[in-house]
């Protein structure tokens, strides 16, 4: 039976202000791309001006979860210069402005929601969707969450986080944090009919002045028709794969049919294999079974004498 996974929400907090900087709301296992979201939205300024909190961090805490370990997340964090910091192993009050945060989150906003879980089971009929509870979701934490006054601090998140005034250390741009957080890279080799990746080829005019040269391609899992491709962190061209051009298909997509494709051919397989045998006459052995040797004594070591005259 395959495992269900609930909603999951990867938040990123401002440690001073304990403002809310970004979230990812999404259903599924977590995932370094959900968590990528989720720092896209915190490090680059949103549309909404009642919510200013944006820019790079100093530093980066996050837990040991598989989504937080990767390589990928920490190429980001070298190619933005913060400092990524785990907490340690088997201590969760390391983590406790986050756990409060979730503590609160759950009493005066998510228990009051239809399907709400208590004791393990929906108090009552589940009725909201994914946006509908990312909607509620974002209400709260603009709404109220960061716009009352923090009990430890004194201040509501958001005067805390504008402070005196300051300038926060942006991206250069959008495509530029897009292209860090969001796309993953992959070292590939330039062959002559283009770059071959997950089993689709890519195509570009410029690729062929860099035939048999090493390169980095960066794609986005959430549709990887195209890809960048990088000489020597230059980049060179965006390359497409003609079968998909015009079309939007996730790196989930694809091995999701490439699953669906094995276990047809292996059924086929199978199916075959079960009709050439029922039409096969039985043979005998054509060569009887080997004997089994009959076992053999063993002998018994010589006995050592230490003088002459003992023996017999």
Not at 37 to 59: E, F, H, T, Y
Not at 104 to 128: D, F, H, I, K, V
Request: charged letters at 25%; one cysteine or more.
């Amino acid at each position: 039976m395959a495992k269900r996974f609930g909603p999951g929400l990867p938040c990123i907090m401002d440690d001073y202000s304990r403002a809310i900087a970004g979230y990812a709301l999404f259903l599924g296992a977590p995932t370094v791309l959900q968590t990528a979201l989720a720092l896209r939205q915190a490090m680059w300024s949103k549309q909404n001006a009642a919510w200013p909190v944006c820019g790079i961090p100093d530093a980066l805490y996050v837990d040991h979860g598989s989504d937080f370990t990767s390589t990928h997340l920490e190429q980001v964090a070298a190619d933005l210069r913060f400092q990524l910091v785990h907490s340690a192993v088997g201590r969760p009050q390391g983590r406790g402005k986050v756990e409060r945060l979730f503590g609160t989150m759950n009493t005066e906003c998510l228990a009051a929601l239809p399907g709400y879980l208590s004791q393990g089971q929906p108090a009552t009929p589940p009725r909201l969707s994914l946006p509908d509870l990312d909607a509620t979701i974002g209400d709260y934490f603009l709404g109220i969450y960061n716009n009352r006054p923090h009990r430890e601090t004194g201040l509501a998140p958001i005067k805390a986080w504008l402070g005196p005034g300051w300038l926060p250390r942006m991206p250069e741009s959008l495509e530029e944090l897009d292209l860090l957080l969001v796309m993953v890279a992959k070292p590939r080799m330039v062959r002559r009919d283009g770059v071959h990746f997950q089993g689709l080829r890519y195509i570009d005019p410029t690729l062929a002045a860099y035939v048999g040269e090493p390169v980095t391609i960066r794609y986005d899992p959430r549709d990887i028709a195209e890809i960048r491709v990088f000489h020597r962190n230059r980049f060179l061209c965006r390359a497409i794969n003609p079968e998909h051009a015009g079309r939007i298909v996730t790196l989930k997509d694809l091995q999701t049919a490439r699953v669906r494709h094995r276990r047809s051919l292996r059924t086929a397989i199978n199916e075959r294999m079960a009709r050439v045998a029922d039409f096969l006459p039985d043979q005998a052995p054509s060569h009887p079974p080997p004997k089994k040797a009959a076992a053999t004594q063993r002998r018994s070591a010589p006995k050592l004498y230490t003088y002459f005259e003992d023996k017999p």
